[in-house]
Nanobody, 127 residues
Framework: VQVEESGGTLVQPGGSLTLSCTLSGFILDYYAVGWFRQAPGKEREGVSCLERGNTYYADSVKGRFTISRDNAKNTVSLKMNNLKPEDTAAYYC???????????????????????WGNGTLVTVSS
């Protein structure tokens, strides 16, 4: 099984970018898929994920990022609009047979123990 991210590059503030996660050895329908990111000197954080037809977004990206799936191509994309310098990070795709979030009384938390992870793609937002 393989998880591979692509699409990371240098982009100006306010610009847009689409990341792709290509899954090999998985049938996308049966798995939860999440996007996470890690900025230099910071902990990894959840960005967005798909689970059983439901989508979840971190507050910091809600309204700017959109996650979507293409079952025919076995890919999950992350469309990022109005990018900000604070979006600069390595972006990782992760796959799990079960969940990508844990539902809580306050809402949800991203699940960081997902089964399979890619090696990441770097997004730099700078002028």
């Amino acid at each position: 099984v393989q998880v591979e991210e692509s699409g990371g590059t240098l982009v100006q503030p306010g610009g847009s970018l689409t990341l792709s996660c290509t899954l090999s050895g998985f049938i996308l329908d049966y798995y939860a898929v999440g996007w996470f990111r890690q900025a230099p000197g910071k902990e990894r954080e959840g960005v967005s994920c798909l689970e059983r037809g439901n989508t979840y977004y971190a507050d910091s990206v809600k309204g700017r990022f959109t996650i979507s799936r293409d079952n025919a191509k076995n890919t999950v994309s992350l469309k990022m609009n109005n990018l900000k310098p604070e979006d600069t990070a390595a972006y990782y795709c992760a796959v799990d047979e079960g969940v990508c979030v844990i539902v809580t009384h306050q809402g949800f938390e991203f699940y960081y123990g997902m089964d399979y992870w890619g090696n990441g793609t770097l997004v730099t937002v700078s002028s």
